[in-house]
């Protein structure tokens, strides 16, 4: 199995920048997109940003595109997540994910304004 553990998240003023990172251990993910998802309360999980293990070519949901940046150090099995010109619509509870099956517990980000 894979157990994905996120870390990084906290309170940040808007326009501020955090770093998260998942911890990636179990089997295998070569084969594997790895991606960030966050919820806020009262709404639907959603997708942030996602990459193949191996690298490659990214995507980013519009509303984070320009700001965020999805890496992975494969050497360090480490998932990253760099979330710069934080907006408080970017409070919620991220989640590391491996092919959108396989779930971290989630750090909480939350932006202030």
């Known amino acids: 199995q894979v157990q994905l553990v996120e870390s990084g998240g906290g309170l940040v003023q808007a326009g501020g920048s955090l770093r998260l990172s998942c911890a990636v251990s179990?089997?295998?993910?070569?084969?594997?997109?790895m991606g960030w998802f966050r919820q806020a309360p009262g709404k639907e999980r959603e997708f942030v940003a996602d990459?193949?293990?191996?690298?490659?070519?990214?995507s980013y949901a519009d509303s984070v595109k320009g700001r965020f940046t999805i890496s992975r150090d494969n050497a360090q099995n480490t998932v990253y997540l760099q979330m710069n010109s934080l907006k408080p619509d970017d409070t919620g509870v991220y989640y590391c994910?491996?092919?959108?099956?396989?779930w971290g517990q989630g750090t909480q980000v939350t932006v202030s304004s």
């Open positions: 179990g089997r295998s993910v070569l084969n594997y997109d």
């Open positions: 994910a491996a092919s959108r099956t396989y």
């Open positions: 990459i193949p293990w191996l690298g490659g070519l990214a």
